[in-house]
């Protein structure tokens, strides 16, 4: 990588042709996983872990019809941070817990 500083939102997925971060916010990043499969997430997980050894969060859609798999995938990647969007997140909370990942 030719940059050293990171996002501090990666929206979508979306890098520019430079694969550069830049912090604007001074927060850990986060990947909008949208519309996403599990294939697409990890493949932009691993993509943040190669740009940077920092925290990074995952927020996931739950109307996402891939969500449950998806969910599998940040346990799997060991993502740090999860938030939810679009919908109630309880049938995912005692998974997490057990993963490790705090509730807040």
């Known amino acids: 990588m030719n940059c050293k500083?990171?996002?501090s939102i990666l929206l979508?997925?979306?890098v520019d042709e430079r694969d550069c971060f830049i912090d604007i916010f001074?927060?850990?990043?986060v990947i909008g996983s949208g519309s996403w499969d599990k294939n697409?997430?990890?493949?932009?997980?691993?993509?943040?872990?190669?740009?940077?050894?920092k925290p990074f969060a995952v927020n996931?859609?739950?109307l996402n019809p891939h969500c449950d798999e998806l969910v599998d995938v940040?346990?799997?990647?060991e993502v740090k941070i999860v938030t939810t969007g679009a919908g109630s997140p309880?049938?995912?909370i005692e998974k997490l817990k057990n993963a490790g990942r705090p509730i807040k």
């Not at 001074?26 to 990043?29: F, I, L």
């Not at 697409?40 to 050894?53: F, G, P, S, V, Y």
């Not at 940040?74 to 990647?77: F, G, R």
């Open 40 to 53: 697409r997430l990890q493949e932009e997980i691993k993509k943040c872990k190669m740009l940077t050894d």
């Open 74 to 77: 940040v346990i799997q990647e």
């Open 5 to 7: 500083a990171f996002y």
């Open 90 to 92: 309880g049938k995912y």
């Open 12 to 14: 979508q997925g979306i």
């Open 26 to 29: 001074a927060r850990p990043p």
């Open 60 to 62: 996931l859609m739950l």
